[in-house]
């Protein structure tokens, strides 16, 4: 390593030693979810699996809980559960990323694992530069700069970044979010039999491509790979504006199925889904495991969206990732199951066989805490109503004859009452992951989930039960430690 890149990571190490006592004082904490030791988390980046271990690195600013010059931090895991703080992986230390190393992903090549990253520069007057790069380590641990591989072509604004690398038929390809001149979002395609030099062949998918209408102002954190013989592009777009239950976030992630000509550079999809319904989800990346296995994290955040009023800023630290999640096609949409090895986790089962509900407001010896799963089976959708209250900070519903869920939370912006929604044909079951101040909800095995950010207070940790009708449901529930 260089010498600035020396000493910012020193930097940002004696910051997490400064600070560590008064991060983990916050009774916030998450105890199985993925945090900054300090200062600001976003993206994952670099996702994969090499030599049986899973690598996830994460837009990382140590400084401070707001954004600014990314780092790139490090954890890993065998098996998904139990994770390991690892060196600091890239510093905004050289020339091309001196304002930020943005996101991007990792490969292996040469038994060799490399990185592919986004350098963020801007001038004194706040112009910007964007430069795609590389860096590689032969442990795994320590990294070594490559500097740039690819330069902005014509066409694009500096908003030009966060390039997933992959491999079909031993050629390498790289997508790029990206900003054309005339401020549309696009997904922009490369082509590379070495890894260094890069043909640009430009859009694959965007706003106002493929007969899709104007979508947004910027993708951002593209992501394509194949599953179950379809081609899947995750992206994140910037600009879309409410539409009854849908982009209710300042910012929205998704995916478009559909078919990748790799010759004519050309994206065949279909409709924008979003993968997740609740209040915080962005910029989601993925990786093949050596299970076979397509596996997601994502940021539990949203750039812009009340970052400023999160209750653990007092703290020093912001945000975390969701759970990892399995993906997988059915019926034309895709899923999100929690990965199997979250079952490690879970102590001391309960259960409640043909548990009824028919009136308001009742709890279940056993069902309470601040850190735990609940799995619901339902045996009929003959109700009206059907409510989880979390106390005083979430409640989830569902009314079978309106096909509406909704997950309500008090804000932690302004302390009021806000509502995420979405339409469900009828409920099979949840799976419900709460973690001190996070909820992850998994509706009919993954067929609709809702993620959020959630801030109770210390003593309520009980739940209430209400249906009108009657409701049937078989109830398993864990503690997570």
């Known amino acids: 390593m260089e010498g600035k890149q020396v000493e910012l990571i020193r930097l940002a190490n004696e910051e997490v030693e400064k600070q560590k006592q008064t991060v983990e004082m916050d009774h916030y904490r998450l105890r199985y979810h993925l945090m900054p030791p300090v200062g600001l988390l976003n993206d994952p980046n670099g996702f994969i699996q090499w030599n049986k271990t899973y690598h996830l690195f994460y837009q990382w600013m140590p400084f401070k809980t707001g954004h600014g010059a990314k780092f790139w931090g490090h954890y890993s895991s065998t098996d998904l559960v139990t994770w390991v703080t690892e060196p600091i992986a890239l510093a905004p230390s050289d020339w091309y990323d001196k304002n930020g190393c943005y996101s991007g992903s990792a490969i292996v090549d040469d038994n060799k694992l490399k990185l592919f990253y986004t350098g963020n520069v801007k001038d004194e007057h706040g112009n910007r530069e964007t430069y795609q790069c590389a860096a590689q380590s032969r442990d795994g641990r320590e990294f070594e700069k490559l500097g740039v591989v690819a330069s902005l072509p014509k066409g694009y604004t500096a908003h030009f970044r966060d390039p997933k690398v992959w491999k079909k038929d031993n050629t390498w390809y790289m997508i790029v979010g990206a900003q054309s001149i005339d401020e549309q979002g696009k997904v922009v395609l490369f082509r590379s039999n070495n890894l260094v030099d890069w043909v640009h062949l430009g859009v694959i998918a965007g706003s106002n491509e493929n007969d899709l209408g104007y979508f947004g102002y910027m993708w951002e954190c593209p992501d394509l790979f194949e599953l179950n013989g379809e081609d899947v592009l995750l992206v994140s777009p910037q600009g879309l504006i409410p539409s009854g239950y849908l982009y209710q976030n300042k910012y929205q992630a998704g995916y478009f199925i559909g078919k990748l000509d790799y010759e004519q550079a050309v994206f065949s999809h279909g409709d924008f889904t979003e993968l997740d319904r609740g209040f915080e989800f962005y910029a989601p990346q993925t990786t093949l495991d050596e299970q076979g296995r397509r596996l997601m994290f994502a940021w539990m955040g949203v750039p812009e969206q009340n970052e400023e ?173």
């Open 309 to 481: 009023a999160h209750p653990t800023i007092k703290h020093n630290w912001i945000h975390a990732m969701t759970l990892p999640r399995e993906l997988k096609i059915q019926n034309g949409k895709l899923y999100q199951v929690p990965v199997e090895e979250l079952k490690l986790l879970r102590t001391q089962e309960i259960k409640f066989e043909n548990q009824k509900f028919d009136r308001d407001e009742i709890t279940l010896d056993g069902i309470s805490g601040d850190s735990l799963e609940l799995q619901l089976d339902f045996s009929s959708n003959d109700y009206e109503h059907f409510s989880i209250f979390f106390r005083d900070y979430a409640t989830f519903s569902f009314e079978p004859k309106k096909k509406l869920v909704t997950l309500e939370r008090v804000s932690f912006a302004n302390g009021k009452k806000e509502k995420r929604q979405c339409v469900l044909e009828k409920l099979d079951s949840l799976n419900i992951y709460l973690d001190t101040s996070s909820i992850e909800i998994f509706l009919n095995g993954g067929e609709e989930v809702f993620s959020a950010r959630i801030f109770p207070l210390e003593e309520n940790k009980e739940m209430i039960f209400s249906a009108r009708g009657e409701c049937i449901c078989h109830i398993k529930k864990w503690d997570l430690d």
